[in-house]
């Protein structure tokens, strides 16, 4: 008999915890359930109640869970830096950069990073994100507190990434865009054979078309690359917007993030309301299930 691994994925926003359990089935994926409960992502004792909630209704199949948080709690850019710098120093940059930006104390925040194509032989672009310590370890205290380790923490946004490369049949080789619509927030990355290329982000008031079209535009124009396919996600995407977007676009090219046939679900999925009326909000949670 085929040994199911069950992994949990977990989405922190701005007032909302989303989960969904992912069974990783051979060559397929099985999405058992998800759940979605209103939280106070700065308080400990609100999480835990929503878990504790979870837990009491059906509890989870399995205790190791990893996160994706909203980009907005996030310092994110591409930077250009001195090739020549080391880890270390450049480690320090990018926390200088993030105080600067953020108006607080570097050592504060914790700081990914990774090289970017570039063209030029003594900069390097260089993409990071930081998170404020105290944030993550108020997520992993309050998954410890209900007996669920923290296996991994990422941003949202690229755990949609993951569940794009992952779960939507793609053609062999295909450079395309993932945008996340948010309120008050677009965000693009460009990936050439699920490889990231770009990012660009927009703040926006109002609707978000005009900023979206932009957003893509500018990374077609910084990298010299013209889209075959940009998927939208996100709490502002909706089949309306994506609509709208192509009757803007002579390539149409823009569609909801949905998984195709790789993510079965379970019929406790298939009847659970803000799932069936948008499984691209899911995109994050199960992304980050499969880390």
Known sequence: MAEFKVILGVEITSNLMRTAEVEHRGNSYFLSRVVEKAIDPGNVDSMVNALTEIINDGGFFSNVASIAIDTKFAEIDI???DSSL??????????????????????????????????????????????????????????????????YIDLDHFCSELYLTKLVELSERITFELVSVKSGRVEATLLDNGRRLGYRYSL????????????????????????????????????????????????????????????????????????????????????????
């Open 79 to 81: 930077v250009p830096i």
């Open 86 to 151: 080391r880890t270390e120093e450049l480690q320090d940059f990018l926390l200088a950069e993030i105080k600067f930006h953020r108006d607080s104390q570097s050592d504060e925040y914790r700081v990914a990073f990774e090289q970017m194509p570039s063209n030029h032989n003594s900069f390097q672009r260089v993409f990071y994100a930081g998170l404020e310590k105290q944030f993550i370890k108020n997520i992993r205290d309050a998954f410890v507190q209900c007996g669920i380790s923290v296996k």
């Open 204 to 291: 926006y008031s109002g609707e978000p078309f005009y900023f979206i079209n932009k957003v893509v535009h500018d990374l077609e124009k910084d990298l010299n690359i013209e889209m075959d396919q940009v998927y939208v996600t996100g709490a502002e995407a909706d089949s309306f917007l994506t609509n709208l977007l192509n009757k803007s676009s002579d390539r149409k090219f823009f569609q909801l993030l949905t998984p195709g046939q790789k993510l079965l679900k379970s019929p406790l999925v298939e009847k659970f309301s803000p799932y069936v009326n948008k499984p691209h909000l899911y995109s994050s949670s199960v992304g980050a299930a499969l880390k």
